[in-house]
């Protein structure tokens, strides 16, 4: 008899259990008939939420890529794109001047690029209009801002062995659907002035069509999208325009070195590994650190200069004698980092390019807020360095530090900023918000002409 009340509990149990199951795979259809109602409905149509895409490639128990977004102090932060387009194929949603909302979007999105850049093959030169063709297709659009070298990209993204096909520098990129199974990347190489695409191993319909899920269209429109009598024809191609004026931000700036607080002083010293506490007054307010043949001055008024006599007595070493451009960057990085980028406040530091000069190869940053560019003084960067033989043998560094007041400004629709720049009659050229700095005590953004 107790046997026989063994057996039917052990039954109920089972059968108990059964149910729990079912009630579960229930759900989890209907979560997932629900989310894909919401995708063919348009309703997910109305933001980057991604989470529409990210939910059904959880209930389909695939795998998601790894977030791209490098960690702060990473030197993969100076290469993060302030502008991201995403085409669905029929569709476009954009999003610039909002870096915290790019920045989210491209830790969902910013894989492909990186399993493209791991798997690109020989880059073949394309036609501007095959590159317009490309854009038009579904795929993801990235702009860096600056112009980066493609090896330093691809290191920066994870990649674990260099690709020898990644060559030249690029400022825009493109991961778009082909005729065939893979997705392809395009970029233009800003040292040659062409355009370029590489085959991939990104598959399409595992991959893309999967990231690509849950983007609709916000009404984003490259200008050569546009009829030529729609006002447009002063700018650049590949200018974004919305159907609504950008909105940004107003910013209090200052030098964070002027009022010569002496903690801040020692730490600027620390981080630029000048150890010494010997220093002396200079003309025009300011110290002069001086170390064997090595000098370094910490002026009020911001800007902090170092010299070696020779790249033998600098004590900045790049890589291990044979650097490329990933080890030149970031070896002018990490002092940029530790200095400026740890008292800039609200701005972010981007990599403006490297280039070859008489002088030795040049590595220049510089300062932007919500994905626009500061123009800080004349020059525009904010830390320059030169690299000779190895080492490093100057630098020049301007400290800012931007504060956001809570007010925004003003600025015209692009139509009527494309009619002025049409007025000055100097080609087609970029259109572009830029915070201007002269050293004053606020900085707002305004429409200047890009080249």
Known sequence: MDMLKR???RRRRVLESCKTLLIVLLAVSAVYLAARALVYSGLADTGPSGWVGTLLSLLRGEAQPPAATPENGQPGMAAQPVRIAIHSGTERFAVQY?????DGIYTSVGGLLGEALAS???????????????????GVYFDLLGQVPLDALYAWMGGDAANPELTGTARRLLVSSTAGANAALYYHNETDGLYYACETSVDY????????????????????????????GALDPYVLIFSSAPNPRSYRSASPLSAGDESTLTAIRSALSFRSNSSYPIQGGGIMVREDRETLQIMENGDVIYHA???????????????????????AWRLADATLGSLCGSARLYLMGMEETQAGVEVRFGYSLDGAAVQLYEKGWCARFLIRSGKITDYTLHFRSYEETGEHTLVLRERQAAAALAALGSGRRELVLCY???????????????A
Do not use: C, H
């Open 309 to 331: 006599s020779e790249p033998a007595a600098s004590r900045y070493a790049v890589g291990d004698g044979s650097a490329g451009n990933t080890d030149v960057i970031e070896a």
């Open 436 to 450: 201007a700095d002269g050293g004053g005590d606020t900085v707002e953004a305004g429409w200047i002409a890009g």
């Open 205 to 232: 319909a595992q991959r893309m069509e999967d990231v690509l899920t849950g983007y609709g269209g916000n009404s984003a429109t490259f200008a050569f999208e546009f009829s030529a009598d729609a006002g447009y």
């Open 7 to 9: 057996v039917r509990r």
């Open 120 to 138: 690109a093959k020989t880059p073949r030169p394309i036609t501007e209009e095959e590159w317009r063709l490309a854009l038009q297709r579904s």
């Open 98 to 102: 909002d870096q915290g909302q790019v």
